[in-house]
T-cell receptor, first 115, second 116 residues
Framework: GESVGLHLPTLSVQEGDNSIINCAYSNSASDYFIWYKQESGKGPQFIID?????DKRQGQRVTVLLNKTVKHLSLQIAATQPGDSAVYFC??????????????FGRGTSLIVHP | GAVVSQHPSWVICKSGTSVKIECRSLDFQATTMFWYRQFPKQSLMLMATSNEGSKATYEQGVEKDKFLINHASLTLSTLTVTSAHPEDSSFYIC????????????FGPGTRLTVT
């Protein structure tokens, strides 16, 4: 299940289950969104991105859904594996029309996969 | 893919000393580099943005005299933490991108700084 701690929400799942990690973003003008995976002691690793003119994008075992109406982003991981255990961050950014192209990171969610 | 390295990967220094962290783009020219700070179980907070050959732009609340950033070439940026104190202990991450109007940026592996 999902719990919200003092700093970092945690999602615990069993190996093989599908995982859904949610993110609320703040700027309605953001036009590009990215999901990053960060393993302990390492830098963020790009997973998948989506532009604001799309509402869904699929990669290998991952799907990102974008709902601009409620400013919500989700990352779905199919058949979650122990190697997926990490902290996942969403990031929003704004490019053309006055944007800086600099991403703002969300709070992060810790995914724990139990074998 | 584009690779960004950082050196050192971890460093321990005494309070009051200065420490330099390097960020290098290995296979591309980084017009812009970014420095982030991350405390345990928290998100990445942007400290500053630097364009090659220009002075860095610091985010609100970040002391530019304490965190000196130099971006002297298209493949190297350095962050120097001056007169370090224990509260400066953190995970410092750099990222780099080609061009100033690009969504793509590539992250380094981070540097763990511990000030005793």
């Amino acid at each position: 299940g999902e719990s919200v701690g003092l700093h970092l929400p945690t999602l615990s799942v069993q190996e093989g289950d599908n995982s859904i990690i949610n993110c609320a973003y703040s700027n309605s003008a953001s036009d590009y969104f990215i999901w990053y995976k960060q393993e302990s002691g390492k830098g963020p690793q790009f997973i998948i991105d989506i532009r604001s003119n799309m509402d869904k994008r699929q990669g290998q075992r991952v799907t990102v859904l974008l709902n601009k109406t409620v400013k919500h982003l989700s990352l779905q991981i199919a058949a979650t594996q122990p190697g997926d255990s990490a902290v996942y961050f969403c990031a929003e950014t704004r490019g053309p029309s006055g944007g800086s192209y600099i991403p703002t990171f969300g709070r992060g969610t810790s995914l724990i996969v139990h074998p | 893919g584009a690779v960004v390295s950082q050196h050192p990967s971890w460093v321990i220094c005494k309070s009051g000393t200065s420490v330099k962290i390097e960020c290098r783009s290995l296979d591309f020219q980084a017009t812009t580099m970014f420095w982030y700070r991350q405390f345990p179980k928290q998100s990445l907070m942007l400290m500053a943005t630097s364009n090659e050959g220009s002075k860095a732009t610091y985010e609100q609340g970040v002391e530019k005299d304490k965190f000196l950033i130099n971006h002297a070439s298209l493949t190297l940026s350095t962050l120097t933490v001056t007169s370090a104190h224990p509260e400066d202990s953190s995970f410092y991450i750099c990222s780099a991108r080609e061009g100033t109007s690009s969504y793509e940026q590539y992250f380094g592996p981070g540097t763990r700084l511990t000030v005793t």
